[in-house]
Structures are given as structure tokens and as C-alpha cells.
């Protein structure tokens, strides 16, 4: 297996999430998005090892996982939007 698609770490940009205003707090709801889509990732690898399943199956199991994703998605963009860079004027 290629190693660049089994990544070893996530690196996180942490004095400009602080000039952008984050606290302890927000580091800690970055953390917890950010362990819901490693788990995501995580579940979807388990289940392509089974890959000999129907394809029924793996489509409405992809289908929720895509789905998940996309929550998590809108979540992010609620957060994110709490922390403008202050050099960017709002539209």
C-alpha cells in the first residue's frame, strides 16, 4: 500500500486558531470534530474490508456514512463562522 494514503498524524495550526480567537473551549469542540470524522474514517475502512458483500449493502451503509459527513460538514461551518478572520470584512 502506497504510505501517503495512511497518513500519521494531523497537524493543527494552533496560533492562528488563537489570533483568530478560539479558547480552551473551542480547542477542545476542534478536537471533538475532529475525532468524529478520524471515527468515521476509521468505520468506513472496517467496512471496505468486507468488500465481497452485496453492493446493496455497501451503498446504503456508504450512503449513511456520507450522510454523518455531511453533519458534521454544517457543524464545522457553524463554528467557523464564529471566527472571521479579522482581516476579512463580512459580506
Not at 453492493?55 to 459527513?69: K, L, P, V, W, Y
Amino acid at each position: 500500500m502506497i504510505k501517503a494514503f495512511i497518513p500519521g498524524g494531523l497537524r493543527i495550526g494552533t496560533p492562528a486558531m488563537t489570533s483568530r480567537g478560539l479558547l480552551e473551549s473551542d480547542f477542545e469542540k476542534v478536537a471533538e470534530f475532529i475525532d468524529r470524522g478520524v471515527q468515521i474514517a476509521i468505520d468506513v475502512d472496517d467496512k471496505v474490508k468486507g468488500m465481497e458483500e452485496s453492493f446493496e449493502r455497501r451503498r446504503a451503509t456508504f450512503i449513511n456514512d456520507h450522510c454523518t459527513c455531511l453533519i458534521i460538514r454544517q457543524e464545522v461551518t457553524r463554528f467557523q463562522q464564529l471566527y472571521w478572520r479579522r482581516w476579512v470584512k463580512r459580506t
